[in-house]
């Protein structure tokens, strides 16, 4: 025995992801680069502002005491400031520097509030189609993921919540705009399931938060708005990171955000900064800190991303792909013709198109395109998708 | 109910060194920051090198694409080469980029070691004095920190390890230089320790790990050399970090590099690699991994380290204080007078001296000081020591 035999467990059912990764590998070492229309990740192509570029070197030149240094757990002061600044504009609340902790993006993000919150056994709840690491997280913290369909066109159904609600529900994550649908929840919507988990909490005597993972807030087209949570629920959380507005994905910058009406706030926070620290991130990155801090509500070139969700819902459409064109995040979420989207991700990888099958997102017969690529690779792969369509739709 | 219980008493539990923490705060608030010498942290004050400030901007102002992008979660290849590079020196064996992972830092790296091995209710071994962090970092993933006694001058006692062994011991962690001691661990006191643990691994059959935590390795004076630990014991883990060597605490950057020769080592560099991801590191922060890259070998200036260390020494054995004059680290490790640490350490409060006592390191009887300070806060310090020590030793 050498390895954990839960890891090992996990490693074997990671298998499928790394196989297709490797697959997707070889097809672009035998055609060329050029010649694979890889729409599987989710790393922004749009280059970071020059104002970040211009902010990281400013702070390089300046005379900084322990400029690379430790500081507080909870991160610099000044950018905790900053941060809540922008947080009580997106929230319309009033947040200070104590409802923030800077974090490791928002996977540290998420994984710090989970161990903060969780006791054993206790269910996280959260709505398909959903980013799959959620169940890694709980699972980390002693947690169960348990995932809830939603209503068409992927609203949150508040019957399906309320059915599941025990004493065991510890917290719901809310991922809007959503990966991989692009979703944003109304605040109808919103309001629906938070009417089910007041009464739960009531009934059940325990705090049932509300975390929102909010990366793609900025990325959001047609004049879209994300509503604010916090005046809506007052156990919310929003963890967020960088990685998508500024495309920072490999810095691992973000941030905890608290509602200040949350209870046991005091606790609440402390444990969010000790559990920061004893999982070993310690702080965020210093530098980046220093650079977000004087980067609030910027964003990268977002049209871009516009321009080619435009370019491919148009072509999709046209070919009789059926889905939903998405306001936000710069992802597609497409019914997999035939309704196997195993089946039919084998068969555009036969095009040499790589796309995630919705099984991956907890929701079969759809398959997700991440379109975060250069133009060339989405034109390339039109030909792709129509044959493969066509295979399958012999007489749609 | 509200936060984790867990987590509750944990926060009981780790009280004191926040109020010592507040207590600080609040006689630099009174007295002014001149006059209060604090030796209570580890955080170096040597600035980083100039090579590292030039590296970071001709970085940034580098035309590289996806820069500040996702990259694999073990991290960059061309960093993990370069670092393999130095980990070949350093533990005078073949070690290649399969051994590599960029991580958060060393306490990033310990968790993802820790986590890719443990399996419930596992042990952990350390022998005293050592950073109590481990402890939460064994219970993140399940497992229990047992404090090993070590032997005179601080070294490893194998016989007290070898009545430890057990089906449950994982791993050993070895901290050398050791903080808070100073201690560099013989190679002949590492082989006493290692035939113990082949024997109990044999008699086991599992693969007892030795963790070396050695971010001090190159914090090292009078020529001292640390023994590589990887020609001595197969099963055998470096996590590391630039904190102290490069001064870079707050920037979150490190690796894990493992025994090409270790049992299973594909399936354990997989679970390390899984983990980082896992856990919400994801892969350590882009810009870092490119900047160390470069900087493989170096060090801020040390002598500035030695210089503090043997002004204090001097100073401190005039008084009367014993301790061994440490070769590494910034710490000295010093017997409390009159044998009570927590109340030794308060009289050098009320001196306006704040050090750490030892049982903040399962060691009691003696307190830390970190020099990695100001040397005016040295020089200033030394009335305080001096009244304190006479206090206690009237008639010593």
């Given at each position: 025995?050498?390895?954990?035999?839960?890891?090992?467990?996990?490693?074997?059912?990671?298998?499928?992801?790394?196989?297709?990764?490797?697959?997707?590998?070889?097809?672009k070492?035998?055609?060329?680069d050029?010649?694979?229309?890889?729409?599987?990740?989710?790393?922004p192509?749009?280059?970071?502002?020059?104002?970040?570029t211009?902010?990281?070197?400013?702070?390089?030149e300046?005379?900084?005491?322990?400029?690379?240094?430790?500081?507080?757990?909870?991160?610099?002061?000044?950018?905790?400031?900053?941060?809540?600044?922008?947080?009580?504009?997106?929230?319309?609340?009033?947040?200070?520097?104590?409802?923030?902790?800077?974090?490791?993006?928002?996977?540290?993000?998420?994984?710090?509030?989970?161990?903060?919150?969780?006791?054993?056994?206790?269910?996280?709840?959260?709505?398909?189609?959903?980013?799959?690491?959620?169940?890694?997280?709980?699972?980390?913290?002693?947690?169960?993921?348990?995932?809830?369909?939603?209503?068409?066109?992927?609203?949150?159904?508040?019957?399906?919540f309320?059915?599941?609600?025990?004493?065991?529900?510890?917290?719901?994550?809310l991922?809007?705009?959503?990966?991989?649908?692009?979703?944003?929840?109304?605040?109808?919507?919103?309001?629906?399931?938070?009417?089910?988990?007041?009464?739960?909490?009531?009934k059940?005597?325990?705090?049932?938060?509300?975390?929102?993972?909010?990366?793609?807030?900025?990325?959001?087209?047609?004049?879209?708005?994300?509503?604010?949570?916090?005046?809506?629920y007052?156990?919310?959380?929003?963890?967020?990171?960088?990685?998508?507005?500024?495309?920072l994905?490999?810095?691992?910058?973000?941030?905890?955000?608290?509602?200040?009406?949350?209870?046991?706030?005091?606790?609440?926070?402390?444990?969010?900064i000790?559990?920061?620290?004893?999982?070993?991130?310690?702080?965020?990155?210093?530098l980046?800190?220093?650079?977000?801090?004087?980067l609030?509500?910027?964003?990268?070139?977002?049209?871009?991303?516009?321009?080619?969700?435009?370019?491919?819902?148009?072509?999709?459409?046209?070919?009789?792909?059926?889905?939903?064109?998405?306001?936000?995040?710069?992802?597609?979420f497409?019914?997999?013709?035939?309704?196997?989207?195993a089946?039919?991700?084998?068969?555009?990888?036969?095009?040499?198109?790589?796309?995630?099958?919705?099984?991956?997102?907890?929701?079969?017969?759809?398959?997700?395109?991440?379109?975060?690529v250069?133009?060339?690779?989405?034109?390339?792969?039109?030909?792709?998708?129509?044959?493969?369509?066509?295979?399958?739709?012999?007489?749609?």
């Open positions: 025995m050498a390895i954990s035999s839960h890891i090992k467990e996990m490693m074997e059912g990671s298998s499928f992801i790394r196989k297709m990764f490797e697959t997707g590998a070889k097809l070492e035998q055609y060329g050029d010649n694979v229309y890889d729409f599987s990740l989710g790393n192509d749009v280059p970071p502002i020059q104002k970040f211009d902010t990281v070197i400013k702070i390089m300046e005379d900084i005491p322990a400029k690379h240094g430790y500081m507080a757990n909870a991160g610099f002061s000044f950018a905790r400031k900053a941060v809540a600044a922008q947080v009580s504009k997106d929230q319309k609340a009033d947040v200070d520097e104590q409802s923030v902790v800077m974090t490791c993006g928002a996977g540290g993000a998420l994984n710090i509030v989970l161990k903060s919150i969780l006791n054993p056994g206790d269910r996280v709840l959260v709505s398909s189609p959903c980013f799959m690491e959620y169940k890694f997280y709980a699972d980390n913290h002693g947690g169960k993921l348990e995932i809830i369909k939603p209503k068409e066109n992927f609203e949150l159904d508040a019957d399906a309320e059915k599941a609600m025990g004493a065991d529900v510890a917290a719901v994550i991922n809007s705009p959503n990966n991989p649908s692009g979703k944003i929840y109304s605040k109808e919507n919103l309001n629906s399931l938070f009417e089910v988990l007041k009464k739960a909490s009531d059940y005597g325990r705090s049932i938060y509300v975390i929102c993972d909010e990366p793609y807030r900025n990325i959001v087209f047609d004049g879209a708005e994300v509503p604010a949570v916090f005046p809506l007052n156990n919310s959380i929003v963890v967020t990171s960088y990685s998508k507005n500024l495309s994905p490999g810095e691992r910058i973000g941030y905890v955000a608290a509602n200040p009406a949350a209870d046991d706030f005091d606790d609440l926070m402390n444990a969010v000790l559990c920061n620290r004893i999982m070993g991130f310690v702080n965020a990155p210093a980046m800190q220093r650079a977000v801090s004087e609030q509500g910027e964003t990268v070139d977002i049209s871009v991303y516009q321009r080619k969700r435009d370019l491919l819902c148009e072509e999709l459409s046209r070919i009789g792909y059926e889905f939903e064109k998405p306001k936000g995040t710069f992802y597609l497409i019914k997999a013709p035939g309704g196997d989207d089946a039919f991700a084998d068969l555009l990888l036969k095009e040499r198109v790589l796309v995630v099958p919705g099984s991956g997102f907890a929701m079969p017969g759809y398959f997700r395109i991440s379109y975060c250069e133009d060339k690779t989405i034109k390339g792969s039109f030909s792709g998708f129509e044959k493969a369509f066509k295979q399958v739709c012999k007489n749609c």
